[in-house]
């Protein structure tokens, strides 16, 4: 398939971003209105805008809906607060399904608040970030794994974003993990994409997405036997302008892509691939078309401040065939 048919079939696709949904919020502040507060002293961080988007997985689902992904839904946990409601409108404003998603007070919302330099346009504060140190509540996990159950057979491609960083606190728990090995086993006919930020080893029966550090601290750089003990059916190890390295039953190949001299922004990057590779390859069934397709997608994204996208417009624009 060329890339237009790809675009074009893309509205048939249906697709289930599982795991962390999380909200990414753009304070933009104005470093001359920092005069310290009269109760303690301390500068304060004069916040003037925000601008709110999906984060970690919703990366992932705002990324399935600009290329015109005829379906895109999220299944996750989050928060009866704020930053959820926010959230949702996020998502409901991007034509992004949630009503699969649990929604618990006894959490708060995956929240990454980013400081930006009004004046100067750089992020150069510390992030605020709101996470779960602890374990999500049994409730939870059992709701997300009945509602995964029930609506397994209704996408085709199941899309796992495994965000959290902590050792608990992230919706990817084990018992979902190993729900998730299942679903794929039994159904090789759809694609289970992985992508985990750190714990990739410890996803099996379906296609796995680390970048380069990821996949060195998953194996050592011995991909054959951990592609063959995680019985994944593909890796497809990321690494940067430098391309993607396939590893399955044939052995191992690069897929180069051009590279990007002055990327605006690669926050992101890997979501942007993930979406529109896994797509691509159940469309086409092709593990180099999809390596370039998703390539392709992110060398979009990247030239744009913040989790960017790409519509099936610019890439087109982009003249590649």
Known sequence: MTTPEILEALPRVSTLV??????????????????????????RTAVVSVEVTPG???????NLAALGVGRVAVLGAIGEDGHGAELSRAL????????????????????????INRVTGIEDLPRIDFINAAPIPPEVERQVMERLRQAVET???ILISDQAETDQGGVITPAVRDLLADLAARHREKIFWADSRARIAQFRNMI??????????????????????????????????????LVDESGERWIKTKAIEHPVDICGA??????????????????ELAARFGNLV???TVM???TGTASGEEILAAGIS
């Open 208 to 245: 796995l997405k680390p970048n380069r550090q990821e996949a060195e601290a998953a194996c050592n750089g011995n991909y054959a036997a951990w592609r063959g003990e995680a019985r994944a059916p593909l890796l497809m190890i990321t690494h940067g302008a430098a391309g993607v390295l």
């Open 270 to 287: 890997g979501d942007s691939f993930s979406a529109g590779a896994a797509t691509a390859l159940y469309l086409t069934r092709s593990p």
């Open 18 to 43: 599982v795991g962390d949904i999380c909200l990414d919020r753009w304070c933009r502040y104005d470093p001359c209105e920092a005069e310290p507060s009269r109760e303690t002293g301390i500068p």
């Open 155 to 157: 996408f085709d491609v």
């Open 298 to 300: 992110a060398s979009i």
């Open 304 to 306: 744009k401040p913040g």
């Open 56 to 62: 970690a997985g919703g990366t992932v689902a705002n």
């Open 92 to 115: 409901a404003r991007r034509g992004i399904a949630t009503d699969l998603c649990v929604s618990s007070d006894r959490m708060q919302t995956f929240t990454y608040s980013k400081l």
